[in-house]
């Protein structure tokens, strides 16, 4: 998400009043940079104002990073659920002690219901795959009918995410469907991971993937983007503080670069072919 890709080394555009600049990956990590760029604003005796709300989207933004934008930038954040086939889905207005699952509620134009791998509609609370109609959406992909065909069933988007609806309509996400690591029957949401690490203090840039472990099983580790001094043994031990064995990475690399996409997410099946062999070779040992 966009918060996530100031946190974690994206680009991005920024207009404040009649002020315009730019953050990218030069300047790790961007958020500190545009921090920076705003207190540049305020040395020079100018007001922050006009800053009126944050809006984050893409992904769940670590609740560090939204206590930071609460106290130096905006109040007013706001998540925004959608994607480019069907438009703007969920809306909430988020802080840093909101669920980081909570993705919003739909909009009028929008009906979202969960269902089972038969399409099926879940009762409100059951978790399972995530589809949505819009007024607006599209309804193919153009020269791509393996990919329409897998996205768009019935009138009905499938977004490729997981989560749940309370009896009030709102939404919570659980994972992307492609992501979710199954681990000994445990389903795992590596996101999950990805922002107790981002809010880990010392990692740069961190993601949760899964490799192959004893007897073929699935496995998860993570990458981290660390100065050469920082304390692996340390973040280990708070990882078995904070989560359950079945949940919590095995293996913990050390790894100059996460990478990510023109969307800054994380490209998690190329860190699965790219760590296998490291990950076989401790395992070995």
Request: proline content about 5%; glycine content about 8%; hydrophobic content about 35%.
């Amino acid at each position: 998400g966009l918060c996530e890709r100031l946190h974690f080394g994206g680009s991005f555009l920024c207009l404040l009043g009649t002020r315009m600049f730019t953050c990218g990956r030069k300047e790790p990590p961007p958020s500190a940079h545009l921090f920076n760029k705003f207190w540049d604003i305020a040395a020079q005796g100018e007001s922050l104002d006009c800053l009126k709300s944050v809006r984050c989207a893409g992904g769940a933004a670590s609740p560090t990073l939204l206590k930071n934008i609460e106290t130096y930038l905006c109040k007013n954040i706001v998540n925004s659920y959608g994607s480019t086939e069907a438009g703007g889905i969920c809306t909430f207005k988020i802080s840093s002690a909101t669920d980081p699952a909570i993705c919003g509620y739909p909009h009028p134009e929008v009906t979202v219901q969960v269902v089972d791998e038969s399409d099926q509609p879940l009762p409100l609370g059951q978790e399972g795959v995530i589809r949505v109609k819009t007024t607006h959406m599209v309804n193919e992909y153009f020269n791509n009918p393996q990919e329409t065909a897998r996205s768009f069933r019935n009138g009905w988007f499938y977004p490729g995410d997981r989560g749940r609806l309370t009896k009030d309509d709102l939404l919570f996400l659980t994972g992307r469907s492609s992501e979710m690591i199954n681990r000994g029957g445990v389903k795992i949401d590596p996101a999950t991971i990805d922002r107790f690490l981002a809010d880990y203090p010392g990692i740069v840039d961190a993601a949760a993937f899964a490799v192959k472990g004893t007897m073929g099983l699935n496995d998860m580790a993570a990458a981290v983007v660390v100065a050469k001094d920082f304390d692996l043994k340390g973040l280990a031990r708070a990882l078995k503080e904070n989560f359950e064995k079945a949940r919590r990475p095995s293996i913990i690399f050390r790894t100059k670069k996460i990478p990510r996409n023109e969307m800054g997410k994380v490209m998690r099946a190329e860190m699965s072919k790219s760590f296998a062999e490291r990950a076989e070779n401790l395992r070995t040992k």
